[in-house]
């Protein structure tokens, strides 16, 4: 079974709109990572949530993460044909030892239509 | 500069044959990924290697057969190449195992 459900699959929001994607996972998370994704090019860090109830921003995106670590959700304000890609969330899980995994959602491909 | 980098970007090759992908970073990071992102786009870890000691080692296919030579270096070899091997193949490195990573531009592997 998937461990991290996103949601929206995809989104297509006109320009100067507010989205909101969202990153659930049925346990509790030592650490959630937004990455973004264009087509064609590896990911791009976004931001790293690892306290609950935590909440980052850079520019017109803002992350949070809710007090039981388990929920994310990624927002996006007034957004910009340059937002358009797809959004992934990984969370670290640790797997014994010193060793942590990250494993990702499915992504949420966004399309921002001018 | 670049921080990840692979080697090649894209690559095309028959069934039956051996293949190798590069991947340095100069980060100076301790930690070294290698992921597969398929079709579907969903990506998921294949190996993992911190200070040149595998860490992670998930149910991959044992023609897959990572490589590290140094702290900068993990390379991916991988034998006897298989229609469902295609896929893009990203390396990533982060400074420590439960730190941000950063991603290579991937190599798009096409087997024929």
């Known amino acids: 079974s998937q461990e991290l459900e996103q949601s929206p699959q995809s989104l297509i929001v006109q320009e100067g709109k507010n989205l909101t994607i969202n990153c659930t996972s049925s346990?509790?998370?030592?650490?959630l990572y937004w990455y973004k994704q264009k087509y064609g090019e590896g990911l791009i860090f976004l931001m790293m949530?690892?306290?609950?109830?935590e909440e980052k921003s850079h520019e017109k995106i803002t992350a949070k993460l809710d007090e039981k670590k388990q929920q994310s959700s990624l927002h996006i304000t007034a957004s910009q044909p340059s937002h358009a890609g797809i959004y992934l969330c990984g969370a670290t899980r640790y797997s014994g030892g010193s060793n942590y995994k990250l494993t990702f959602g499915k992504g949420t491909l966004l399309t921002v239509n001018p | 500069d670049t921080a990840v980098s692979q080697t090649p970007k894209y690559l095309v090759t028959q069934m039956g044959n051996d293949k190798s992908i590069k991947c340095e970073q100069n980060l100076g990071h301790d930690t070294m990924y290698w992921y597969k992102q398929d079709s579907k786009k969903f990506l998921k870890i294949m190996f993992s290697?911190?200070?040149?000691?595998?860490?992670i080692n998930e149910t991959v296919p044992n023609r897959f057969s990572p490589k590290s030579p140094d702290k900068a270096h993990l390379n991916l070899h991988i034998n006897s190449l298989e229609l469902g091997d295609s896929a893009v193949y990203f390396c990533?490195?982060?400074?420590?195992?439960?730190?941000?990573?950063?991603f290579g531009p991937g190599t798009r592997l096409t087997v024929t």
């Open positions: 346990k509790t998370l030592y650490g």
């Open positions: 290697y911190n200070n040149k000691e595998l860490i």
């Open positions: 949530l690892q306290k609950g109830g």
């Open positions: 990533a490195s982060s400074q420590v195992p439960t730190g941000e990573q950063y």
